[in-house]
């Protein structure tokens, strides 16, 4: 079956822009999750939806970075005025609700945000 | 504070041999999940493991096994006969206590499989 789709892949920003990036999850899968990883670095967990609700939202680093998620199905990350240090790859993962405990989450190909 | 360790920045091996990833673990809760990701060039993120703390027992996967001690905070990866394919940036991750669905990466390593 289909696994998680981002897009667009690749992005292009000056500073002072806002972008929105996309995730399909999974068909099914209950949770989405975004995470940040910086080059050379491991993920960092920004937020956490469960169907529409945005249980867990401890990691998005300012308030310039909003996540939604409307209808519990495709999410979008948006990130006003966009700064050289929001240059990263945004990852997008979902998972199936029921394993109990941690749910396995399974990651998309990511989105390479370059702000320049 | 959950944390987690992957001291090896960087392991380059010759095809056919084994190697071991290091993952040493910091957490005071007694329920935890830890997992193996594996990151090729491609970049999406590729599930590999999902252990909980009162499963102990070490587990085979083909070529793949883990080795999970509780009692040092480790929970490390080896790859038997090594193949190019195997050439990826491999992460391993811990879940939050409060929201298990959580997790913390490491740094990762870099594992360089050459022929």
């Known amino acids: 079956g289909a696994g998680v789709s981002q897009s667009p892949r690749y992005k292009v920003a000056k500073r002072g822009q806002d972008v929105a990036l996309r995730c399909d999850p999974i068909?099914?899968?209950?949770?989405l999750f975004w995470y940040q990883q910086a080059l050379g670095q491991g993920p960092e967990f920004l937020t956490y939806?469960?169907?529409?609700?945005?249980?867990?939202k401890s990691g998005l680093p300012s308030d310039r970075f909003f996540a939604e998620r409307p209808e519990g199905s495709v999410s979008t990350l948006k990130i006003q005025r966009t700064q050289q240090e929001d240059s990263a790859v945004y990852l997008c993962?979902?998972?199936?609700?029921?394993?109990?405990?941690?749910?396995?989450?399974?990651f998309g190909p990511g989105t390479r945000l370059t702000v320049l | 504070a959950q944390k987690v360790t992957q001291a090896q920045t960087e392991i380059s091996v010759v095809e056919k041999e084994d190697v071991t990833l290091d993952c040493v673990y910091e957490?005071?809760?007694?329920?935890?999940?830890l997992f193996w990701y594996k990151q090729p060039p491609s970049g999406e993120l590729v599930f590999l493991i999902r252990?909980?703390?009162?499963?102990?027992q070490n587990e085979i996967s083909g070529r793949y096994s883990w080795n999970f001690q509780k009692s040092t905070s480790s929970f490390n990866f080896t790859i038997t006969a090594s193949q190019v394919v195997d050439s990826a940036v491999y992460f391993c991750?811990?879940?939050?206590?409060?929201?298990?669905?959580?997790?913390?990466f490491g740094s990762g390593t870099k594992l360089n499989v050459k022929p």
């Open positions: 957490t005071r809760d007694t329920t935890y999940y």
């Open positions: 252990r909980n703390s009162f499963d102990e």
């Open positions: 939806f469960q169907n529409e609700a945005q249980l867990d």
């Open positions: 991750a811990l879940s939050d206590p409060y929201n298990f669905n959580k997790f913390y």
């Open positions: 993962a979902s998972s199936f609700l029921g394993q109990g405990g941690a749910d396995t989450q399974y």
């Open positions: 068909s099914g899968h209950v949770s």
